[in-house]
């Protein structure tokens, strides 16, 4: 079992940056892609950002690949996501989850509570 916790959420002015970490406890995410989702009141969950293990490889959603960067210490068992130059519409809480291939299927097992980002005009 692999217990997700988010901080470094908050309340920031559009341009701003804002720094969010995802702590795991329990076991090890060493193993596992990470990913960082955000879900605004009224829609859907979406994935802004993952990376791979070793974190050879990472995806951002589109309208996020300039702004936001994604990293991870396996030696913290830690994943962080740098978000700059910041948009009311980022405005959502963001969670952190774990996944892996079970059964030849990728899936995200564990998740987070999520920390609230708020992006003021």
């Known amino acids: 079992q692999v217990q997700l916790v988010e901080s470094g959420g908050g309340l920031v002015q559009a341009g701003g940056s804002l720094r969010l970490s995802c702590a795991a406890s329990?076991?090890?995410?060493?193993?596992?892609?990470m990913g960082w989702f955000r879900q605004a009141p009224g829609t859907a969950r979406e994935l802004v950002a993952a990376?791979?293990?070793?974190?050879?490889?990472?995806y951002y959603a589109r309208s996020e690949k300039d702004r936001f960067t994604i990293s991870r210490d396996n030696s913290k068992n830690t994943v962080y996501l740098e978000m700059n130059r910041l948009k009311p519409e980022d405005t959502a809480v963001y969670s952190c989850?774990?996944?892996?291939?079970?059964?030849?299927?990728?899936?995200?097992?564990?998740w987070g509570r999520g920390t609230q980002v708020t992006v003021s005009s």
């Open positions: 989850a774990a996944g892996k291939v079970e059964k030849g299927l990728f899936e995200y097992i564990y």
């Open positions: 329990g076991s090890t995410i060493s193993n596992y892609n």
């Open positions: 990376i791979t293990p070793s974190s050879m490889n990472t």
